[in-house]
């Protein structure tokens, strides 16, 4: 009588397990080429578009006075200059492990002008946007993983998305992680335990804005953050200047339904911050 139930548990497993290995798979083959690919694009879009504006309006403003032209042409090629070169060492970064970002520590103007444009241009070319994403959290990991000698491994936060936690559990985490029992239904309790071995602060959160919240208050020197590809996107670009090393989650049941996560991408985040070669003893 028992036999039907549980051949369907197997059933179910087995399938969420092999969804599971196809997620890894793609997200694997998404390079970060697919990005960088995408902010070419729409970098070429935008000068196109803004040169074209300044052809039809040029005339307007010639009228007007020979100055007001000569200004509009030479303010429009300075941010042509700015983004362009923005994007150059963003790119030479990435693929290379140089760290030649600049400014440092402040806000990534071409990537915060660029991306909704990508976002857009993805859309419009029927690319998933999740790939997009995907792409732009190995950039992202590239781009702070060539930072690497300019970050203290002093203060780091491990931010967990909600959904790891196993729907059966009624522990409230979000207010604190210690109230994880450690049991081993979910891959909460292994990342609690792999954090306090390690002197790591970690946060278990069900939203940007509590991510928000956790990391005012932690204000750490960086953060190995688990999510899906949307809430790392939006979360890196929250967070920025402050280095993040994402790990997107599998989610072999659906989305924000008991999600897993690879804790040996974990540990590789955790262990690039401390600069170490080893953690498991
Ligand atoms: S490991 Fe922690 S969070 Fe997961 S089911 Fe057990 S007590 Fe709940």
């Known amino acids: ?45 935008f000068v196109g578009t803004a040169f074209l504006i300044y052809y039809l309006v040029h005339p307007r403003l010639s009228a007007i006075g020979l100055w007001l032209d000569h200004a509009s042409i030479i303010a429009l090629c300075c941010v042509v200059f700015v983004v362009a070169a923005g994007l150059t060492l963003i790119t030479v970064s990435a693929l290379t492990g140089w760290d030649l970002l600049y400014p440092h520590g402040k806000q990534s103007v071409t990537v915060k002008f660029l991306f909704p444009i990508a976002a857009t241009l993805s859309q419009i ?53 210690s109230n994880c029992a450690r049991c081993g239904r979910c891959p909460v ?12 602060k970690v946060e278990v959160v069900n939203g ?33 200047p402050i280095p993040v090393y994402g790990v997107i989650n599998d989610r072999p049941n659906g989305p924000c339904y008991n999600t897993c996560v690879d804790m040996h991408l974990v ?15």
Not at 142 to 171: E, F, S, V, W, Y
């Open 1 to 45: 009588m028992t036999s039907q139930p549980a051949a369907g548990v197997v059933k179910n497993a087995v399938a969420a397990s092999v969804q599971g290995k196809l997620q890894s798979a793609w997200r694997n083959a998404w390079t970060k080429a697919t990005f960088l690919a995408f902010c070419w694009a729409s970098l070429a879009i």
């Open 125 to 177: 070319l029927h690319v998933d946007r999740a790939k997009l994403r995907a792409s732009f959290i190995k950039v992202n990991n590239a781009l702070t993983m060539a930072q690497r000698k300019r970050i203290r491994g002093d203060r780091i936060l491990i931010l967990l998305p909600h959904c790891l936690q196993i729907d059966i559990c009624n522990r409230k985490l979000t207010s604190d992680v």
């Open 189 to 200: 309790g292994g990342l609690v335990d792999m954090g306090e071995r390690l002197g790591l």
């Open 208 to 240: 940007g804005t509590l991510a928000r919240k956790k990391v005012a208050t932690f204000n750490p020197d960086g953060i190995v953050a688990v999510a899906c590809e949307r809430d790392l996107t939006f979360g890196i670009q929250d967070v920025h």
């Open 267 to 281: 540990e590789e985040g955790i262990r690039f911050f401390r600069k170490e070669s080893a953690l498991v003893a």
